[in-house]
Every structure is written in C-alpha cells, then in structure tokens.
C-alpha cells in the first residue's frame, strides 16, 4: 500500500517514475480527503466544516474540498483570495484569526468575508473602525494540554472572566456577535476537551442572548487528528468508502493517542446534552483531520556512511543515511517537537537489520528525522516513504541550503473521480 493505493489501484509505475530520478516527491492521493469529507459527514453531520486552509493548501486538495461542499477557514488575505479564485463564495468563509491586520480586514470586508474571529477590545474596535457590516464570532480559550499543539497561551479570551465582558463591550458598541468558538489545540489528546469546551459555549450563549446578541454559531474548532482510526473504526464494517484506511499496519509509529470517532462520540453527545433545541447552527474548523493522511513524501538516500559505535562494549555497526528532504522542508514539525517521522524503505527486500539514523541533507546538524530505527541496508539512491505528510509540512517549508521543495504528484481513483 502506498499512500493508501493498493499497488494495482495505482496509475504511476514507481519504478519508471523514479527511474534516472533523485529528487524527492509528494504522492497527494485525493482519495483520502475524499474518503475524509465522507467520514466527516457520517460521523458529524450537524457540523458544516471550514477546512483550515493553512494545514495544505495544494489547489487539488481544496478543489476536492470546494465541490464537495465545504466551507474554508482562511487567516489572511492571500488565504481569502485563493479560495475565492477557486469560485468558493464569500459565506462559505469564516476570517479565523482573532488577531488581524487592518488591511486585511478592508480586504475581507471587500470581498464579502463578514464572519470573522476575536477576542480582544482591541479587535473589536479594529474591526467596528474598518468593516461595515462584520459577523462576529467570540473565541475563547480551552485547552487540551496533552494536544500537540495546544493553543490557548496565544488565543482566546478566558471564557469565564473575559469573554462575559467582551460580549458585554460588543454590546454596547453597538456590535452584533453572532457566536462563539474554541480551538482545543491541534492534534486533540483528550475528547473530554470539547465537552469542556461547549459547556463554556452554551453558557457563552446565554449571556450573549440576555445581552441582546444574535448568538447562532457555535464553531467547535479543530483539533481532530489527522492520522489512523484506531480499533473502533473496525467495529463498523459497513462503510466501504474508508478502504485507504486499511494501509496502516499496527506497528507503525503513530503521534496521536486518540481518534476522530472518540471525540466525536464526545461531541455528539455534548450537543445533544446542551444544545437540545433546533436553532443553533455548528461549525468546525478541521485541518489535520482532511489533510494528514493526504500525503507521502518519497525521498532519495542520497548519501550512506557505515559507523562503528562503541558505548563501553563491543563496537557495533551502524548506518547513517542523508536523504534530500529534512526539517527545514517537509519535516519542520519535527524542530517543534511535534511529529516524530517514521520512515520505511519504498521496496521491501531481505536483509539485515541495522541501528539506522536518519539525517536531513542540508549542512545543519539539527536536520536529524530519526535515530535508533532498525532498517535493512539501504543503498545509495534507493528510497525511504514517509506516510501521513499532508499537514502543516510543505506549507511550512523552506528551500534553505537550496533543497527544493519536493515535486508534487497528484492521484485520484476512478472511483472517486
Ligand atoms: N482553526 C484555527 C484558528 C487554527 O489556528 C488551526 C490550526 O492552527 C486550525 C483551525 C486547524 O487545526 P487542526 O489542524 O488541529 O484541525
């Protein structure tokens, strides 16, 4: 399997692909966001979701999203412009970035972006000074500490002490704030988080109706890991949309404890419980959750040393790899700490085990992606696959040292196209 294409499924030939070839390359199997959006549905359907273009913003991958139906969440101007380029309409965009520039706000403003984040005086009044007719949407703060990314320290009013007086200012600005979100933290460790989370909503509402606002959206974020289902997807067998699915095996390396079916459970259920009554209108903001397991960065060993290593016994042989991406491309989530790569030779062949490292190939001695990975012997010029890149890895990238970008390949199955 690769990328979640069974080999005969797969229209490049790797081999006649890579032949007389080094640079390294993105397989993007549009399969999965499909399969993505699909499961999406099925498990929340009370909740439009504004794919966070800022997780990938390859033109296929918001081509598929935009037909089938998704709104976007853009954070700047260029974000705004790209999606609308794509002939998405202005409603279906929420301005998600609570701390905006006053030019973007004149741009959003310009081209009928209305629904928009804040949660500060300050941006109130920012926004009330340089947009006619802003939709607005209170975010505060929760947090899942265990997320990978947890988000709280940089945005979001503290729902109890300011968020109330927020409301409360907006009010008598004369301002209509039209709903509430939250960001648990990217890659969401703990479901119980969005329960927390839509406590304070609910209460957030009713304060904001005693006031005189209009509260009708609750946007529940993102957060939702990207990466593999784990056993209670097994349990419903019914769905035959969600085969790429199937490509992980149980022993690979995995950055997330919990899965989207775990939290939605969570979520259905806190809507239910505290949002009974018809009327409200949900959103989300998922990002990793559409694109992580979008994509496969194929890279080239392009150098090999054998090391002899002694840590006080006998001297071991171990093998040091330089491959033609790294932490200044397509693994910057690895100098935060935030995605621990596992990669695996793209063809299996017998052979002996050995301690492998695996360094990016710039000249930086931080450009390290793994240690201490059993692997057979690789040779100069074969390739290592590494499986879940779609998010927040190219966007985030540099050519630093001058190592391009990889190339990009795009896939899609008849069956989905
Ligand atoms: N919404 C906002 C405002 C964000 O900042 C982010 C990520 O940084 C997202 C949504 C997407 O988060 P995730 O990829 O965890 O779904």
């Given amino acids: 399997m690769i990328c979640g294409l069974k080999k005969e499924e797969c229209p490049v030939s790797f081999n006649n692909f890579v032949q007389g070839n080094d640079e390294s390359f993105m397989i993007v199997n549009l399969d999965t966001v499909y399969d993505r959006f699909k499961l999406w549905m099925r498990e929340l359907p009370m909740i439009e979701p504004f794919y966070a273009m800022k997780t990938n913003s390859d033109e296929a991958i918001l081509r598929v999203l935009a037909t089938l139906g998704a709104g976007f969440d853009c954070a700047s101007k260029e974000e705004i412009d790209t999606?609308?380029?794509?002939?998405?309409?202005?409603?279906?965009?929420?301005?998600?970035?609570?701390?905006?520039?006053?030019?973007?706000?004149?741009?959003?403003?310009?081209?009928?972006?209305?629904?928009?984040?804040?949660?500060?005086?300050?941006?109130?009044?920012?926004?009330?000074?340089?947009?006619?007719?802003?939709?607005?949407?209170?975010?505060?703060?929760?947090?899942?500490?265990?997320?990978?990314?947890?988000?709280?320290?940089?945005?979001?009013?503290?729902?109890?002490?300011?968020?109330?007086?927020?409301?409360?200012?907006?009010?008598?600005?004369?301002?209509?704030?039209?709903?509430?979100?939250?960001?648990?933290?990217?890659?969401?460790?703990?479901?119980?988080?969005?329960?927390?989370?839509?406590?304070?909503?609910?209460?957030?509402?009713?304060?904001?109706?005693?006031?005189?606002?209009?509260?009708?959206?609750?946007?529940?974020?993102?957060?939702?890991?990207?990466?593999?289902?784990?056993?209670?997807?097994?349990?419903?067998?019914?769905?035959?949309?969600?085969?790429?699915?199937?490509?992980?095996?149980?022993?690979?390396?995995?950055?997330?404890?919990?899965?989207?079916?775990?939290?939605?459970?969570?979520?259905?259920?806190?809507?239910?419980?505290?949002?009974?009554?018809?009327?409200?209108?949900?959103?989300a903001e998922p990002g990793r959750f559409f694109a992580a397991r979008s994509c496969a960065l194929v890279a080239n060993v392009i150098a090999r040393k054998t090391v002899l290593a002694s840590s006080g016994g006998a001297p071991s042989t171990r093998m040091h790899y330089y491959i033609n991406d790294g932490v200044y491309g397509s693994f910057n989530l690895v100098l935060f700490h935030e995605k621990y790569p596992f990669g695996r030779p793209l063809f299996d062949k017998e052979g002996e085990q050995y301690n492998s490292t695996i360094w990016g190939g710039t000249c930086d001695s931080r450009d390290k992606l793994e240690t201490n990975q059993m692997m057979r012997k690789l040779d100069v010029g074969e390739w290592l696959i590494y499986e879940e890149m779609g998010a927040y890895t190219t966007v985030a990238s540099t050519t630093f040292n001058g190592f391009p970008r990889p190339v990009k390949v795009h896939v899609i199955s008849e069956r989905v196209w």
């Fill in 83 to 283: 999606i609308i380029g794509m002939g998405v309409s202005a409603e279906r965009i929420i301005y998600a970035n609570p701390c905006k520039s006053s030019s973007f706000i004149v741009h959003a403003e310009s081209r009928g972006v209305n629904l928009m984040t804040f949660d500060s005086v300050e941006e109130l009044e920012k926004i009330a000074a340089l947009h006619k007719c802003p939709e607005l949407i209170l975010r505060y703060a929760v947090s899942d500490p265990t997320a990978n990314n947890p988000m709280s320290g940089k945005f979001g009013a503290d729902p109890v002490q300011e968020a109330p007086v927020l409301l409360q200012f907006a009010a008598d600005m004369g301002l209509n704030v039209v709903g509430v979100s939250f960001h648990v933290g990217s890659g969401c460790n703990d479901p119980t988080a969005y329960f927390v989370a839509l406590q304070h909503a609910r209460n957030l509402f009713d304060i904001g109706h005693q006031l005189g606002h209009k509260m009708e959206i609750v946007d529940v974020g993102g957060g939702f890991p990207g990466g593999k289902l784990f056993a209670s997807f097994e349990k419903v067998p019914t769905i035959t949309w969600v085969a790429g699915e199937t490509m992980w095996d149980d022993n690979e390396a995995v950055n997330n404890i919990v899965d989207m079916l775990q939290i939605a459970a969570v979520v259905r259920s806190a809507i239910r419980e505290l949002f009974p009554a018809p009327g409200v209108r949900f959103i």
